[in-house]
């Protein structure tokens, strides 16, 4: 686990590690309230043991205890009082997030937040936002935050830390529309894969590997893992098993619609527009992105079930099946 995760763990946990009586659970249950401010699911238990240099098993716990309301009624007031500042500001960056049009780079504003500015004074998130709306790259937001508040982030850790997060957790905040399945967001599902790290594994649509805690996608699994997921319920379903796809066209027949596919004849890629494409590899083991132009894509296609516009609706009722 990187070092600022630890931190804004840190943060969290220093009020209630004090009391013997309260550590069993907070290791349990130390997700939940990361859960409760910065919309995650759970991190595993594994990882937080790694926090500075407590050794302490996880022990053998009711898992019923596994949520945050049960950890609120175990701290004093002041402790409580203390979770609710930080559950609150985690609540103003969302709105300040949703507001200023960067509502799907939530999760990292929250994050950074959470990790560094334990000392910056009269915060504001609406101002805090719009470095999110104005920065043309993660590197740029970096140097813009560090300027405007006075702080020393380090780019290559922020980017462990990032990466890190979200691969324990599915982007509530990439979703356009969660009542239907639809190209766009598709695209987001795809990008989010990549920017989490997501690797490569045969038979995985986007499940955390429970022996590495890592997240895997196989090839056509990258797009079945959108359409299995419930962003409700946030879990994966089984109903679609087997990739159903129709060829629409050549590549120079492309349309700029991110969410529809690429395909090779053998390989499918999500096209999310700017020319790149994004595809869970075999070759190198990860989801990775790239130009469609470097390449070996000969056309372009759209999935069964997923809502695509008029100019990818050539024919999408009837498709072939790919594994």
Known sequence: MSAAVGAALKKIAVCILGDKKKRSIFFVAAGSIIAGFLGLMFLPVAVLSSLGSMEIQPPEVDKSLFNESAIMASLDSGQQERITYLQNQGQEIE???????VRVQTIKAQLIYLSYFEKVQNFNAESYANLFAISLDDEDLIAAINSTYGLEIDYDEFVRTYTFVMNSTINEYMFTDITTKNCTDLAAWAENAY???????????????????????????????????????????????????????????????????????????????NGEVIFSSADCGYVTKDLVSNGSW????????????????????????GE
């Not at 038979?203 to 419930?230: P, V």
């Not at 098993?241 to 590549?251: N, R």
Request: aromatic share 14%; with cysteine; charged share 25%.
């Open 95 to 101: 709105e300040a997030m949703t507001d200023a049009g």
């Open 195 to 273: 920017i989490s790290g997501w690797g490569f594994k045969s038979g995985f649509t986007g499940e955390k590997n429970e022996s590495d805690r890592i997240r895997y996608a196989d090839n056509s699994g990258l797009i079945l893992g959108y359409l299995n997921y419930s962003p409700t319920e946030k879990v994966f379903g089984s109903r679609y098993e087997i990739l159903v796809y129709t060829e629409q066209g050549s590549l120079d027949t492309l349309p700029d619609v991110p969410g529809v596919g690429l395909f090779d004849g053998d390989r499918h890629g999500v096209y999310i527009g």
């Open 298 to 321: 000969t056309s372009w296609c759209t999935y069964q079930w997923v809502d695509y516009p008029k100019e990818a609706e050539k024919s999408n009722q009837e498709g072939s099946e």
